[in-house]
């Protein structure tokens, strides 16, 4: 059974951090790219974060650079996004997407629609 399990959404006030988790099973994480994707309400999935490589290379989306840090523990097979100076414009679901084998070089470079396969997503609500 391949898993990418999303958690940690909440409801936060604008500059407030949350960090959102993503457990995953059946993949081999050092050739596999994991994203981080969002969707706000009425708009497409963009592109938020992605990791990949024995390396760990990752890649960040322009309105999240500065803010957002993705990072991986190899052996709880756990990807983490940790959030800070939130915006109301983050507030969207959160959905932690896999495509194997890969790279975020490649996945990145093209719509997110076509990751492999994809958590149910959790939500992120950003309010005063």
């Known amino acids: 059974l391949r898993c990418s399990c999303e958690s940690g959404g909440d409801s936060v006030q604008p500059g407030g951090s949350l960090r959102l988790s993503c457990a995953t099973s059946g993949f081999d994480l050092y050739h596999s790219a994991v994203g981080w994707i969002r969707q706000a309400p009425g708009k497409e999935r963009e592109w938020v974060s992605c990791?990949?490589?024995?390396?760990?290379?990752?890649y960040y989306g322009p309105s999240v650079k500065g803010r957002f840090t993705i990072s991986r523990e190899n052996a709880k097979r756990m990807v983490y996004l940790q959030m800070n100076s939130l915006k109301p414009e983050d507030t969207a679901t959160y959905y932690c997407?896999?495509?194997?084998?890969?790279?975020?070089?490649?996945?990145?470079?093209?719509?997110?629609?076509?990751?492999?396969?994809w958590g149910r997503g959790t939500l992120v609500t950003v309010s005063s």
């Open positions: 997407a896999v495509e194997t084998p890969s790279a975020c070089r490649a996945v990145t470079a093209r719509s997110p629609y076509g990751m492999d396969y």
């Open positions: 990791i990949s490589g024995s390396e760990g290379s990752t």
